[in-house]
Protein backbone atom coordinates (compact mmCIF):
# COMPACT_ATOMS: atom_id res chain seq x y z
CA UNK A 1 0.00 0.00 0.00
CA UNK A 2 2.93 2.50 0.74
CA UNK A 3 4.77 1.80 -2.72
CA UNK A 4 1.11 2.20 -4.04
CA UNK A 5 0.92 5.51 -2.68
CA UNK A 6 4.01 6.89 -3.77
CA UNK A 7 3.47 5.82 -7.02
CA UNK A 8 0.38 7.97 -6.84
CA UNK A 9 2.72 10.76 -6.18
CA UNK A 10 4.86 10.32 -8.96
CA UNK A 11 5.91 12.54 -11.43
CA UNK A 12 5.16 10.54 -15.01
CA UNK A 13 8.56 11.09 -16.06
CA UNK A 14 9.79 8.90 -12.76
CA UNK A 15 7.38 6.24 -13.64
CA UNK A 16 8.32 6.04 -16.82
CA UNK A 17 11.68 5.22 -15.84
CA UNK A 18 10.24 2.96 -13.56
CA UNK A 19 8.48 1.73 -15.65
CA UNK A 20 11.32 0.92 -18.44
CA UNK A 21 13.26 -0.51 -15.33
CA UNK A 22 10.92 -3.54 -15.19
CA UNK A 23 8.46 -1.75 -12.39
CA UNK A 24 4.90 -2.95 -12.97
CA UNK A 25 3.29 -1.17 -10.94
CA UNK A 26 4.97 1.91 -12.75
CA UNK A 27 4.01 0.79 -15.86
CA UNK A 28 0.03 0.39 -14.44
CA UNK A 29 0.14 3.86 -13.32
CA UNK A 30 1.48 5.95 -15.98
CA UNK A 31 -1.03 4.00 -18.06
CA UNK A 32 -3.77 5.61 -15.69
CA UNK A 33 -2.03 8.55 -16.39
CA UNK A 34 -2.11 8.74 -19.80
CA UNK A 35 -5.64 7.61 -20.07
CA UNK A 36 -6.68 10.54 -17.33
CA UNK A 37 -4.66 13.04 -18.85
CA UNK A 38 -2.59 13.13 -15.31
CA UNK A 39 0.77 15.16 -16.06
CA UNK A 40 0.94 14.28 -20.19
CA UNK A 41 -1.26 14.49 -22.62
CA UNK A 42 -4.31 12.00 -23.07
CA UNK A 43 -3.06 9.06 -25.13
CA UNK A 44 -5.39 5.77 -24.98
CA UNK A 45 -2.89 4.25 -27.12
CA UNK A 46 0.10 4.32 -25.21
CA UNK A 47 -2.26 3.76 -21.79
CA UNK A 48 -3.41 0.18 -23.54
CA UNK A 49 0.46 -0.33 -24.45
CA UNK A 50 1.69 0.07 -20.64
CA UNK A 51 -1.59 -2.01 -19.27
CA UNK A 52 -0.48 -4.79 -21.24
CA UNK A 53 3.26 -4.00 -20.43
CA UNK A 54 2.28 -3.84 -16.58
CA UNK A 55 0.46 -7.60 -16.96
CA UNK A 56 3.08 -8.96 -18.80
CA UNK A 57 5.34 -7.88 -15.72
CA UNK A 58 3.02 -9.48 -13.62
CA UNK A 59 -0.01 -6.53 -11.98
CA UNK A 60 -3.17 -8.53 -11.74
CA UNK A 61 -5.03 -4.75 -11.98
CA UNK A 62 -2.98 -3.81 -15.41
CA UNK A 63 -4.53 -7.85 -16.57
CA UNK A 64 -8.00 -6.59 -15.50
CA UNK A 65 -7.76 -3.31 -17.55
CA UNK A 66 -6.03 -4.64 -20.52
CA UNK A 67 -8.79 -6.97 -21.40
CA UNK A 68 -11.39 -4.01 -20.70
CA UNK A 69 -9.62 -1.71 -22.65
CA UNK A 70 -9.38 -4.57 -25.44
CA UNK A 71 -13.10 -5.24 -25.93
CA UNK A 72 -14.26 -1.34 -25.65
CA UNK A 73 -11.42 -0.80 -27.98
CA UNK A 74 -9.57 1.86 -26.01
CA UNK A 75 -6.86 3.12 -28.21
CA UNK A 76 -7.01 -0.69 -30.11
CA UNK A 77 -9.10 -2.61 -32.34
CA UNK A 78 -11.30 -4.42 -30.01
CA UNK A 79 -11.66 -8.03 -29.81
CA UNK A 80 -13.87 -8.67 -26.84
CA UNK A 81 -14.69 -12.73 -27.31
CA UNK A 82 -10.53 -13.24 -26.11
CA UNK A 83 -10.66 -10.41 -24.15
CA UNK A 84 -14.29 -11.05 -22.08
CA UNK A 85 -12.81 -14.41 -21.56
CA UNK A 86 -9.87 -13.58 -19.66
CA UNK A 87 -12.08 -11.74 -17.71
CA UNK A 88 -13.73 -14.41 -16.93
CA UNK A 89 -11.10 -16.88 -16.33
CA UNK A 90 -9.63 -13.47 -13.87
CA UNK A 91 -12.66 -13.47 -11.99
CA UNK A 92 -13.18 -17.04 -11.08
CA UNK A 93 -9.47 -16.71 -9.90
CA UNK A 94 -10.78 -14.06 -7.34
CA UNK A 95 -9.11 -11.54 -8.95
CA UNK A 96 -11.94 -8.64 -7.79
CA UNK A 97 -11.06 -5.82 -10.60
CA UNK A 98 -11.30 -8.77 -13.09
CA UNK A 99 -14.96 -8.80 -11.70
CA UNK A 100 -15.57 -5.52 -11.56
CA UNK A 101 -14.57 -5.22 -14.92
CA UNK A 102 -16.20 -7.91 -16.09
CA UNK A 103 -19.50 -6.98 -14.46
CA UNK A 104 -19.52 -3.38 -15.65
CA UNK A 105 -19.08 -4.80 -19.54
CA UNK A 106 -22.35 -6.52 -18.66
CA UNK A 107 -24.01 -3.15 -17.82
CA UNK A 108 -23.08 -1.91 -21.23
CA UNK A 109 -24.76 -4.96 -22.84
CA UNK A 110 -21.52 -7.31 -23.38
CA UNK A 111 -21.70 -11.13 -22.06
CA UNK A 112 -25.08 -12.32 -23.55
CA UNK A 113 -28.87 -12.46 -22.26
CA UNK A 114 -27.41 -13.95 -18.70
CA UNK A 115 -24.90 -10.42 -18.66
CA UNK A 116 -27.86 -7.94 -16.47
CA UNK A 117 -28.81 -10.70 -14.22
CA UNK A 118 -24.38 -11.67 -12.92
CA UNK A 119 -23.75 -8.18 -13.09
CA UNK A 120 -24.82 -6.53 -10.05
CA UNK A 121 -23.86 -9.48 -7.80
CA UNK A 122 -19.69 -9.27 -9.56
CA UNK A 123 -19.77 -4.99 -9.30
CA UNK A 124 -21.41 -5.88 -5.67
CA UNK A 125 -18.75 -8.48 -4.39
CA UNK A 126 -15.72 -6.09 -6.52
CA UNK A 127 -17.10 -2.72 -4.49
CA UNK A 128 -17.28 -4.16 -1.13
CA UNK A 129 -13.20 -5.44 -1.92
CA UNK A 130 -12.82 -1.15 -2.58
CA UNK A 131 -12.88 -1.97 -6.29
CA UNK A 132 -14.00 1.73 -6.56
CA UNK A 133 -14.86 1.27 -10.64
CA UNK A 134 -17.13 -1.18 -10.03
CA UNK A 135 -19.10 0.83 -7.13
CA UNK A 136 -19.44 3.71 -10.02
CA UNK A 137 -21.26 1.01 -12.78
CA UNK A 138 -23.26 -0.52 -9.62
CA UNK A 139 -24.12 3.27 -8.65
CA UNK A 140 -24.91 3.89 -12.34
CA UNK A 141 -27.74 0.69 -12.07
CA UNK A 142 -29.21 1.86 -9.21
CA UNK A 143 -29.83 5.58 -10.39
CA UNK A 144 -31.82 3.71 -13.83
CA UNK A 145 -33.91 1.78 -11.19
CA UNK A 146 -34.48 5.56 -9.65
CA UNK A 147 -32.72 4.38 -6.22
CA UNK A 148 -31.03 7.90 -5.89
CA UNK A 149 -29.81 7.62 -2.66
CA UNK A 150 -28.12 3.93 -2.95
CA UNK A 151 -27.34 5.34 -6.41
CA UNK A 152 -25.38 8.38 -4.58
CA UNK A 153 -23.81 6.36 -1.63
CA UNK A 154 -22.05 4.05 -4.22
CA UNK A 155 -21.10 7.54 -6.18
CA UNK A 156 -20.13 9.28 -3.29
CA UNK A 157 -17.74 5.96 -1.96
CA UNK A 158 -16.21 5.68 -5.51
CA UNK A 159 -15.70 9.50 -6.07
CA UNK A 160 -14.16 9.31 -2.09
CA UNK A 161 -12.04 6.34 -2.90
CA UNK A 162 -10.71 8.18 -6.20
CA UNK A 163 -12.81 7.15 -9.43
CA UNK A 164 -13.14 9.95 -11.04
CA UNK A 165 -16.10 8.90 -13.26
CA UNK A 166 -17.62 8.21 -9.70
CA UNK A 167 -17.31 11.76 -9.26
CA UNK A 168 -18.93 12.74 -12.24
CA UNK A 169 -21.50 10.49 -11.39
CA UNK A 170 -22.37 11.91 -7.88
CA UNK A 171 -22.31 15.79 -10.11
CA UNK A 172 -25.00 14.13 -12.07
CA UNK A 173 -26.72 13.28 -9.00
CA UNK A 174 -26.81 15.96 -7.33
CA UNK A 175 -27.63 17.95 -10.58
CA UNK A 176 -30.59 16.31 -10.85
CA UNK A 177 -31.80 16.93 -7.35
CA UNK A 178 -30.72 20.75 -8.11
CA UNK A 179 -28.21 20.71 -5.73
CA UNK A 180 -25.94 22.97 -7.85
CA UNK A 181 -23.66 23.78 -5.29
CA UNK A 182 -22.44 20.25 -4.69
CA UNK A 183 -23.25 18.89 -8.21
CA UNK A 184 -20.53 21.92 -8.78
CA UNK A 185 -18.27 20.30 -6.51
CA UNK A 186 -18.51 16.93 -7.26
CA UNK A 187 -17.62 17.78 -11.22
CA UNK A 188 -14.49 19.83 -10.24
CA UNK A 189 -12.96 17.15 -8.12
CA UNK A 190 -14.13 14.39 -11.86
CA UNK A 191 -12.34 17.27 -13.89
CA UNK A 192 -9.40 17.21 -12.12
CA UNK A 193 -8.87 13.78 -11.59
CA UNK A 194 -9.23 13.38 -15.43
CA UNK A 195 -12.72 12.62 -16.33
CA UNK A 196 -14.10 14.66 -19.48
CA UNK A 197 -17.51 13.90 -18.48
CA UNK A 198 -16.53 15.53 -15.00
CA UNK A 199 -15.33 19.01 -17.42
CA UNK A 200 -18.48 18.86 -19.26
CA UNK A 201 -20.81 19.35 -16.29
CA UNK A 202 -18.83 21.82 -14.40
CA UNK A 203 -18.54 23.73 -17.37
CA UNK A 204 -22.46 23.81 -18.27
CA UNK A 205 -23.23 24.37 -14.67
CA UNK A 206 -20.15 27.74 -14.64
CA UNK A 207 -21.75 28.88 -18.30
CA UNK A 208 -25.52 28.31 -17.23
CA UNK A 209 -25.43 29.89 -13.66
CA UNK A 210 -22.93 32.86 -14.98
CA UNK A 211 -20.70 32.45 -12.16
CA UNK A 212 -17.78 32.00 -14.48
CA UNK A 213 -18.68 32.03 -17.97
CA UNK A 214 -14.93 32.09 -19.97
CA UNK A 215 -13.72 29.47 -16.99
CA UNK A 216 -16.96 27.04 -17.92
CA UNK A 217 -15.96 27.44 -21.88
CA UNK A 218 -12.28 26.51 -21.33
CA UNK A 219 -13.67 23.51 -19.41
CA UNK A 220 -16.10 23.17 -22.07
CA UNK A 221 -13.23 23.01 -25.01
CA UNK A 222 -11.09 21.01 -22.65
CA UNK A 223 -13.61 18.14 -22.33
CA UNK A 224 -14.57 18.21 -26.39
CA UNK A 225 -10.24 17.83 -26.89
CA UNK A 226 -10.07 15.08 -24.70
CA UNK A 227 -13.56 13.17 -26.41
CA UNK A 228 -16.71 14.05 -24.76
CA UNK A 229 -18.42 14.73 -28.05
CA UNK A 230 -21.84 16.95 -25.90
CA UNK A 231 -18.84 19.31 -24.69
CA UNK A 232 -18.25 19.90 -28.18
CA UNK A 233 -21.92 21.08 -28.91
CA UNK A 234 -21.87 22.62 -25.61
CA UNK A 235 -18.62 25.03 -26.32
CA UNK A 236 -20.23 25.81 -30.21
CA UNK A 237 -23.80 27.23 -28.76
CA UNK A 238 -23.13 27.54 -24.96
CA UNK A 239 -26.47 29.63 -24.29
CA UNK A 240 -28.95 26.84 -25.57
Known amino acids: MVLFAVLLLAAPADLDKACKGGKAAACYELANDYKSARGVPRDLKKAADLWRRACKLGNQDACADDAFALVLGTGQYADPAPALARLEKYCKQGQQRA ?3 LGTLFVQG ?29 GAVEAQKQ ?44 CQAGAPAGCYGQGVLLVHSGADRDKG ?8 NDGETRACEAARSPDL
Open 110 to 138: YGGKDGPERAPGLLGAACEKNVFTACTSL
Open 99 to 101: CGN
Open 217 to 224: LKLLQKAC
Open 147 to 190: DLDGASKLADRACQGGDADGCTLLGDLFAKSNDVLRAGVAYAKA
